[in-house]
């Protein structure tokens, strides 16, 4: 795995840049790179500053949104960016139907289904480390300190990775994760267990898996997730076992505590995640089977799919209900 723990130049990921960022490139217009021409251009078309532009092009290529080529830096839309982001459609016309006919599934991510989905693709990568994919992804803890996972990275990047980052660097990082992750109650004076809506800038507080207690204090409690929809879950429960796995089958273990497995990423207790499995199950049980053998619980993928499967049948059920 390769550290990467700067990029963002620390602006958390905010409403609106995946979407931004997509139509810009739907335009044949790049994202920072190289050139000044397509860094001004960038500017002007984003409304942002460089190091603001810097930021979404980390942010759109971390969600996998976006892809950069390594031989020429040239970018392009992943299927999925199209799928959630990508309309030419007249805004001022508030239709999200595309003039070529297409429709963009959530470009401004109303649905809380959306964020699930875009928590998970900029989780879901076994290839660069970073603050949020080793907490999501390596940390077992629900109660810490700041101090605390800065120091538990730094340390693990040395074995993950043979390589030495500066604490300074991880803890801008660990600063940016937190901004992008963490809820926060109400200042004083205001009332109780009341959120301001500054601290919404970032889609993924919503979610609710960090909580920030104050004083360099966090939570970030296994749960059940209720609000996370099965069809979503269903999407990572299949990417893990055909992808990471390589299998057809997975066991109930590995689905809670391996990386970039939906236990781990979202954030699941052992109930939570029977409870999704169990849902999986009834809602396609085409595709997937549970086992008990001898206390060993198993999921079996009742289908095989090429490498190149982008399992968006799953997503169609979500956004169009389709079936």
């Given at each position: 795995?390769?550290?990467?723990?700067?990029g963002?130049?620390?602006?958390?990921?905010?409403?609106?840049?995946?979407?931004?960022?997509?139509?810009?490139?739907?335009?044949?217009?790049?994202?920072?790179?190289?050139?000044?021409k397509?860094?001004?251009?960038?500017?002007?078309?984003l409304?942002?500053?460089?190091?603001?532009?810097?930021?979404?092009?980390?942010?759109?290529?971390?969600?996998?949104?976006?892809?950069?080529?390594?031989?020429?830096?040239?970018?392009?839309?992943?299927?999925?960016?199209?799928?959630?982001?990508l309309?030419?459609?007249?805004?001022?016309?508030?239709?999200?139907?595309?003039?070529?006919?297409?429709?963009?599934?959530?470009?401004?991510?109303?649905?809380?289904?959306?964020?699930?989905?875009?928590?998970?693709?900029?989780?879901?990568?076994?290839?660069?480390?970073?603050?949020?994919?080793?907490f999501?992804?390596?940390?077992?803890?629900?109660?810490?300190?700041k101090?605390?996972?800065?120091?538990?990275?730094?340390?693990?990047?040395?074995?993950?990775?043979d390589?030495?980052?500066?604490?300074?660097?991880?803890?801008?990082?660990?600063?940016?994760?937190?901004?992008?992750?963490?809820?926060?109650?109400?200042?004083?004076?205001?009332?109780?267990?009341?959120?301001?809506?500054?601290?919404?800038a970032?889609?993924?507080?919503?979610?609710?898996?960090?909580?920030?207690?104050?004083k360099?204090?966090?939570?970030?409690?296994?749960?059940e997730?209720?609000?996370?929809?099965?069809?979503?879950?269903?999407?990572?429960?299949?990417?893990?076992?055909?992808?990471?796995?390589?299998?057809?089958?997975?066991?109930?273990?590995?689905?809670?505590?391996?990386?970039?497995?939906?236990?781990?990423i979202?954030r699941?207790?052992?109930?939570?995640?029977?409870?999704?499995?169990?849902?999986?199950?009834?809602?396609?049980?085409?595709?997937?089977?549970?086992?008990?053998?001898q206390?060993?619980?198993?999921?079996?993928?009742?289908?095989?799919?090429?490498?190149?499967?982008?399992?968006q049948f799953?997503?169609?059920?979500?956004?169009?209900?389709?079936?």
């Amino acid at each position: 795995m390769e550290p990467k723990f700067s990029g963002h130049e620390t602006f958390p990921l905010r409403y609106g840049w995946l979407y931004k960022s997509t139509n810009l490139l739907n335009k044949n217009s790049a994202l920072s790179t190289s050139s000044t021409k397509d860094v001004q251009r960038a500017i002007v078309e984003l409304g942002v500053g460089k190091n603001m532009v810097n930021s979404i092009r980390y942010w759109s290529e971390a969600c996998s949104i976006v892809k950069t080529k390594k031989n020429d830096a040239s970018q392009s839309l992943t299927n999925i960016g199209k799928y959630l982001f990508l309309s030419n459609a007249d805004e001022s016309s508030g239709s999200r139907v595309s003039k070529k006919g297409g429709v963009a599934n959530d470009p401004f991510l109303e649905r809380i289904g959306s964020i699930w989905l875009i928590h998970f693709l900029l989780n879901f990568d076994e290839s660069a480390i970073t603050s949020y994919r080793y907490f999501f992804n390596m940390s077992a803890m629900q109660n810490f300190e700041k101090t605390k996972l800065v120091y538990d990275i730094e340390r693990e990047i040395k074995i993950l990775c043979d390589k030495e980052v500066k604490e300074s660097t991880i803890k801008k990082d660990v600063d940016c994760f937190l901004h992008t992750y963490a809820s926060r109650q109400s200042a004083k004076g205001k009332k109780d267990n009341v959120i301001g809506e500054e601290h919404f800038a970032s889609p993924l507080v919503e979610l609710g898996l960090i909580r920030d207690l104050g004083k360099g204090n966090y939570s970030s409690i296994l749960d059940e997730r209720p609000n996370l929809p099965t069809e979503i879950f269903s999407y990572a429960l299949l990417r893990f076992v055909s992808e990471i796995k390589a299998s057809e089958t997975a066991g109930f273990d590995a689905l809670l505590s391996d990386q970039c497995s939906p236990g781990k990423i979202f954030r699941l207790s052992e109930r939570g995640l029977g409870v999704q499995l169990d849902n999986a199950v009834k809602q396609y049980p085409n595709l997937f089977e549970e086992t008990d053998t001898q206390g060993m619980r198993q999921v079996r993928v009742l289908k095989t799919f090429n490498e190149n499967e982008t399992f968006q049948f799953i997503l169609d059920d979500y956004y169009r209900g389709s079936k």
